[in-house]
């Protein structure tokens, strides 16, 4: 037998040997995939149903439960659902739950006994087999107020799973035996070539040695693509949708449990002194309070924030801290008090009269003043000392918020140059052009790379603060990994859509939205068969407001049929009213209001209310449920929450989310009706078709913007920070580059925007 037989025989063994253990571990990396994804639907399809179950959940049989349970058998791979007592009793199913699996076999799964407390009962999932093949049970328990009712079982389809198997299998023999001959006609050309050196140098690469320079590269390749497949399978993980739990665990795993300080202006909490003496509790209408919030009850910490309540001294101990949420503590509040030249200069001034237009194109002359940068520099000042004060290690993460604290990362790092600094900006970032007009740029911009990282809502804001810096600053820009050097320190800018929580808390609070339909309706004195528009905003100038007003006004013009009949209601939270665009603003939207009304109304119908007055998050919810089309009209926005809360709100499925196309949201929910709110006639015109669309297309739709923003939470948002910020500081750590020094070695290729 030649040489060459041997040397191809040898190759086809080794790499048939290696088929075989690659089949063996595909099938069980598939069956796993397929169960978490089937165990995560489970949850995902009875969160929405979980209020109303418990409700009506009597301990015996009844009719409507049984439509709930049809109700929440809708998903397409979701074959039946069925309702067992905390005895293991059968109290209702749908219509085509198989027998051979009743609530006995599967009781003790769920609870150890009858009288288990809730803290005992767990859930279940597991493949089992029926008469007609395969499915995939989970057994999930209904708990109400700590007392555990019963537990919901429900069949998804498994046979798919062994058809995707056995057509990834035949992919795998395939490409392997093409792999095989190839690799068997590669050894026999190479054995017979005189390539001697080149091999020696390989062997000694595999190694670890890197005697030629040319293979460094190579090297820096295979680093890079073990770190992304080893952070996209930390994403994905084996826990399905990412919850406050599954972040905690990550946090604890990643960080050693160490606590997070974010600084932000708004706080989470505010405490007014109301008109009898009484101290109420408010929560801001505030999209970075609407993200941070969630995140800070799974991470702990502290939350470093202006104390702008009137009650708020009255609440803190002497080291101006508070533990909160009230009910269940979980992080502290560290309030910061301003005096009113402070705030005056710092955050209506320099912040909201200057930044805010500046990047946001809104046709707002931006006025940018000497005393008020004078005060933002000192703000800044104030609150950085008071992060480092709150840290509890030297290499500490600070996660800074935002357009009013641009300085506060280099005076963060002049005080701890270990910390690792995470900055996001939670606004949109101005092209270069737009920049120049700010007299500070340059101390903005430098205060901004003293972040470890520096994030936006979409890498068209990453591009335009790359371009800012190329323009105003001596600094090195690497594109290819995303990074800017400046006097030897890198920061890494990177697109982090932000989201909300999920299952939303506001949502679930709140009853069914045929329930709030009926309270909503009575509320605002509307027939039975009218129709709702829903827009919630605070009363700025870039939300789009008087846009909104216009576009319902056209409605009615072009749309006669619904004049009597639509109603738009909006939920305008007063905000900056001291400056005077936004006095303006909201006397110009009271016109604008009143002037549709006359025109389109009557004694009993007026087709526009204007609420303008802060509402609480229960009570938006509610509006939300109620309504059969949300319209989001913001002229120029980094994400915009709004849109994804009222798609939180919907478990129904019903609803139109009609979209300004200048959101970031807009980029991630493509299934909305997104509208160029200055164009009158298609705002109009997309409001006449969300009001017509059968409701099969309306859960087509809501169920798809349902799914990605479930997948793509708050949480999920929070770990790809914080496992970035991980990755950073442990590759610091193992290079020793505390000392502020330029490396030599090229960052780690980023992983992309996680969107569609």
Known sequence: MSRALRVTIGVLAGLGLLVLASSYFVSETLNDWFERDLSGRAELALAGAREQLAADWSGTSSTRMTALLTAVAHDERLLAVAACGKDGSLLATTSDWPMEVPCTSVSRRVRPVTDAPASEWTRWHSVVEIEG????????PLIDEGKPLGFVMLLHDFGFAERRESQIQRLLVGTFAMLALAASVLTVVIRRASWRGWTSELRRVLHGGLQK????PLMSDVRDLIDRISAERELEGSGGVWTPERLKESLRHRLFGERVVVVANREPYIHVRGENGTIELLHPASGLVTALEPVMRACSGVWVAHGAGSADRDMVDSKDRLAVPPDAPAYQLRRIWLTPEEEQGYYYGLANEGLWPLCHIAHTRPIFRTSDWEQYRAVNE???????????????????????????????????PRATILTFWHIPWPNSEQLAICPWTEEILEGLLGSSILGFHTQFHCNNFFDSVDRHLEARLDREFHAVVFRGARTQVRPYPISIDWPNRWALSAPPAAECRREIFAELNLRDDALLGVGVDRLDYTKGIEERMLAVERLLERFPEYRGRFTFVQLAAP?????????ALGDRVEALVARINERFGTNSYRPVILRRSHHEPPRVFRFLKAAHLTYVSSLHDGMNLVAKEFVAAREDEQGVLVLSSFTGAARELPESLIVNPYDLDEASGALAAALTMPAAEQRLRMRAMRSFVAEFNVYRWAARMLRDAERLRRRERMAGRFDGSEDTQPEMAFIGTETR
Do not use: N, W
């Not at 093949?133 to 999930?140: E, F, I, Q, R, T």
């Not at 905000?575 to 006095?583: A, E, G, K, L, N």
């Open 382 to 416: 104030r609150f950085a000392q008071a992060a480092c004060e709150e840290v509890d290690s030297e290499d500490a993460i600070v996660l800074v918020q935002d357009y009013h604290f641009a300085l506060v990362p280099k005076l963060i790092r002049e005080r701890l």
């Open 213 to 216: 320079p040319e293979f460094q």
């Open 575 to 583: 905000s900056r009213s001291v400056i005077p665009q936004y006095r």
């Open 133 to 140: 093949g395969p499915v995939h049970l989970s057994a999930l």
